[in-house]
């Protein structure tokens, strides 16, 4: 787990904690030529189930919904809602990455073991890096509302997760991301929330790798960060495009850009972290997911990356004997 920037900038719009959509980036594949967007097509079609953020999974009489989300807040969920609503109330359930209780359990944690975020005995970042990078590093952090005398006792792979967000979105306001819309929605209607996973399982993936490779995951951060805003405008307006898949095979193009960087590089580094935080999750979401079938529909809701893919959820699904079918809003009854 050397730089992994790009995907944490992927994984940080689509995957990790919610944020506030309040940015101006220039969407780097709609400026893309003509030839290069078309290999990213041919790459991105290459997998099952490329595009489609919505979609039925059906064997015998269980139905499942499935909604793949953006952890960020973004008015354009306000219409998304409106679709949504009657299939989430038409279910027995809600299935998420983290419901309520886990989201409780998170803070408390943090609350209780500050060491999680914080290296409270080891060296600082100053006395890790380079000054001239340090000082950058400082500037960026600080942009992003976090003073530097704060960000020097950070684990280096919590700022190189912060870093691959833009400031924008750092300081824009109370998140609202689809999955906590969905959360409430659920909540106010009486219909049960439950968790696809513990609190900390994509926590733990972040804390992987020594010490010395996280910092260089931090250079790798750095390097990249005055792009920031560019590839968060870049994943959302695929997002709702419904074409994440094309977001992923685009960083994976983007990533060779960055100093340090190759191609073989980034393959290894991309196909570590898929392998970690989306295909070993894929897996262990599934049984979930059937038990909770089982007892009723269920409508279940995740990181949008989770869906495309040999590994992907409805590749697994079907795999267990799942007609998987895409839902447009055009067949979803109004409310």
């Known amino acids: 787990m050397r730089r992994l920037l790009p995907f944490l900038c992927l994984a940080s719009v689509l995957l990790a904690p919610s944020l506030h959509a309040q940015c101006n980036g220039q969407d780097l594949i709609a400026a893309l030529p003509p030839a290069e967007l078309a290999d990213l097509r041919a790459r991105a079609d290459a997998v099952p189930f490329a595009t489609g953020n919505l979609w039925r999974a059906t064997r015998g009489d269980q139905t499942i919904i499935l909604a793949g989300t953006l952890h960020l807040d973004d008015p354009r969920f306000d219409a998304l809602m409106t679709t949504l609503a009657p299939l989430v109330l038409g ?107 513990p609190y900390d399982t994509a926590f733990k993936v972040f804390q992987d790798g020594s010490l010395d490779e996280q910092v260089k995951m931090l250079t790798g951060a750095l390097a990249a960060e005055a792009q920031s805003e560019d590839m968060s405008a870049t994943m959302i307006n695929a997002y709702f495009a419904e074409d994440t898949r094309l977001s992923w095979e685009f960083t994976k193009v983007w990533t060779r850009s960055i100093p340090g960087y190759d191609q073989a590089t980034a393959e290894a580094e991309f196909a570590m972290l898929e392998n970690n935080l989306m295909i070993g999750r894929n897996v262990a979401w599934i049984p979930v997911i059937e038990a909770a079938a089982q007892k009723g529909p269920v409508f279940v809701a995740f990181g949008a990356l989770h869906l495309a893919g040999d590994q992907g959820v409805l590749a697994l699904l079907r795999g267990q004997g799942f007609a998987i079918e895409r839902i447009t809003s055009a067949e979803v009854p109004a409310p």
Do not use: H
């Not at 914080?118 to 006395?127: A, K, Q, W």
């Not at 340090?134 to 006792?153: D, E, H, I």
């Open 91 to 197: 279910s027995d359930l809600l299935l998420v990455e983290a419901g309520p209780q886990e989201q409780r359990q998170l803070t408390l944690r943090l609350s209780q073991d500050p060491s999680l975020l914080i290296n409270t005995d080891g060296p600082t970042l100053p006395e890790l890096m380079p000054k001239p990078d340090w000082q950058r590093l400082s500037a960026a952090m600080s942009a992003r509302g976090v003073p530097g005398f704060m960000a020097a006792k950070f684990r280096p792979w919590y700022v190189s997760m912060l870093l691959s967000l833009p400031p924008c979105a750092m300081t824009a306001g109370i998140p609202n991301g689809l999955d906590q819309r969905l959360m409430a929605l659920a909540q106010d209607n009486d219909l049960p929330v439950q968790a696809l996973e």
